[in-house]
């Protein structure tokens, strides 16, 4: 391998190096680390973020991005009803409205109303970009010769697009190591000796006893710190082992999981939580409503119509929603859209205390999928009723939930949920962002809910957006990667 340097002028890197000495890379670097120790040569390492192009990122380096798209056809016909944007320009209807945002954004486009319609007008901005791409669009460009490029080479005025780029999917981020090896002076200067070679092997064979050669040989020392091929055991998706950590966190501190359908009734998931029926999340923008079965048969008479008097006359002093109450809207089917259906219906079934559950499971939204939205993802929910339990009890159980977790910065403020009061939102501090982040949301259930259930015991609630945590501790700023199914990815992440 000196010798290979030698003729490389001194240096190179280790692909080079294979390259000439048809030898492998971890021949190389076992070679190496045994000359460097001996002063014959150095190792350079140096660590640099690479650049991926995205599949979509592909698409749109080919075809223009979709804000592009709108602007070149506001450029023929200066506005544009929005409602027909979707037949006028070759874009799929579910990134219209997104790229609608991205022209407002970069302050190409404006909405004006004129006669009780929404019209996307080209802005002076956007006539001036017509002849002059974006720094987001002239770094999508470096793509067009290589699926890949170093951070390094890429200019620094677009730079700061890289992030822009990555939270829309369009391209990915990975760290490389690229290693060089040069000579030293002594290393050089043996370039031109005869040096007597003693052959060096890292394993005393039972060839080498039994021949006596073992003592014409030397035994290599062992390096702990070189290089080995990579192992890939079998391993829990990073998600699932921090949905085993909470449950095994609840279940010591003596709780119990209970599970629930996924096919839910409107009165469980809502109804019996004092969410008024004509409240902004039961909008079939939100919930996924089932066409078969299309409503339940199975619901309680009686439990049915104390709920609707407390929507529409209220209870203990309270005057309820004030509005009429459809029976028929209950006994509608959706998909659970939050897992405090599963815990009420424990409640309903254990009025008396003491009661201490919690239920990590599936919801399901009709939300746009991107890198801070899914339409489907685990919920963690849970419920204690005791007696003489109060505000303070709650905000102990939050503390410890996520002292147990590893957050030990923690703040509280007042929060509002339809079904709780008083309510309340705790933010976890993380050093490495440097910055506070909501984590869970809770509250005591109010009296409106708890009266129809023939429940006369305070009840606390909780919900915890772990996936955030996940997210965090994964080091990843898109939550689809929560559901990664890359084997690559996986074997790439810790074990612990």
Not at 197 to 217: A, F, H, M, N
Not at 341 to 363: G, H, M, N, S
Not at 383 to 407: C, P, S, T, W
């Amino acid at each position: 391998m000196l010798s290979a340097l030698g003729e490389l002028n001194h240096e190179a890197f280790v692909e080079k190096i294979q390259e000439t000495t048809e030898l492998s890379q971890s021949s190389i670097m076992r070679s190496a680390l045994s000359l460097e120790e001996n002063n014959f040569l150095k190792l350079h390492e140096k660590n640099r973020k690479q650049i991926f192009i995205t599949e979509e990122g592909k698409n749109y380096l080919k075809n223009s991005l979709p804000e592009r798209k709108i602007l070149n056809k506001l450029a023929e016909e200066n506005s544009l009803p929005v409602v027909e944007l979707a037949g006028r320009i070759d874009l799929p209807e579910e990134k219209i409205g997104l790229a609608i945002g991205w022209v407002k954004r970069k302050n190409w486009g404006k909405i004006e109303q004129e006669n009780g319609e929404k019209n996307l007008t080209i802005t002076d901005n956007g006539i001036e970009s017509l002849e002059q791409k974006g720094k987001d669009e002239l770094l999508l460009e470096k793509f067009e010769n290589s699926e890949k490029i170093f951070l390094d080479s890429v200019p620094e005025d677009l730079k700061n697009e890289v992030s822009k780029l990555r939270s829309r999917n369009l391209i990915r981020t990975k760290k490389r190591t690229r290693r060089k090896l040069s000579l030293t002076e002594k290393g050089k200067k043996s370039l031109n000796l005869d040096l007597g070679v003693i052959e060096r092997v890292s394993r005393l064979s039972s060839d080498l006893i039994r021949t006596g050669k073992w003592r014409e040989v030397e035994l290599r020392d062992y390096n702990v710190t070189a290089p080995t091929p990579s192992i890939h055991p079998g391993k829990e998706h990073p998600q699932r082992r921090i949905i085993e950590e909470l449950r095994s966190i609840l279940l010591r501190m003596g709780f119990e999981e209970i599970t629930g359908p996924i096919v839910e009734s409107e009165f469980w998931n809502f109804d019996a939580l004092f969410q008024a029926q004509n409240h902004p999340a039961r909008e079939i923008h939100d919930t996924l409503s089932l066409s078969k079965p299309k409503r339940v048969q199975n619901l309680d008479g009686e439990l049915l119509e104390r709920v609707k008097e407390a929507h529409e006359e209220g209870v203990a002093g309270s005057t309820g929603w004030g509005y009429k109450f459809d029976k028929e809207t209950s006994h509608r089917t959706i998909l659970r859209s939050q897992t405090t259906a599963d815990t009420v219906r424990y409640l309903a079934q254990k009025p008396e205390p003491p009661v201490k559950v919690f239920c990590i499971d599936k919801v399901f939204r009709r939300e746009r999928i991107d890198y801070q939205h899914l339409a489907e993802f685990p919920q963690a929910e849970g419920i204690v009723m005791a007696e003489d339990l109060n505000f303070r009890h709650m905000l102990g159980y939050l503390k410890q939930i996520l002292i147990e977790m590893g957050i030990s910065k923690i703040r509280f403020r007042p929060g509002y949920f339809p079904y709780t009061e008083p309510s309340a939102e705790a933010d976890g501090y993380f050093p490495e962002r440097d910055e506070w982040i909501e984590l869970l949301g809770a509250g005591m259930f109010r009296p409106e809910l708890l009266e129809p259930l023939d429940i006369d015991h305070p009840v606390l609630a909780w919900g915890i957006g772990f996936s955030r945590i996940a997210m965090i501790r994964m080091g990843i700023e898109d939550m689809r990667d929560l559901h990664n199914n890359d084997i690559n990815w996986l074997k790439s992440r810790p074990l612990g």
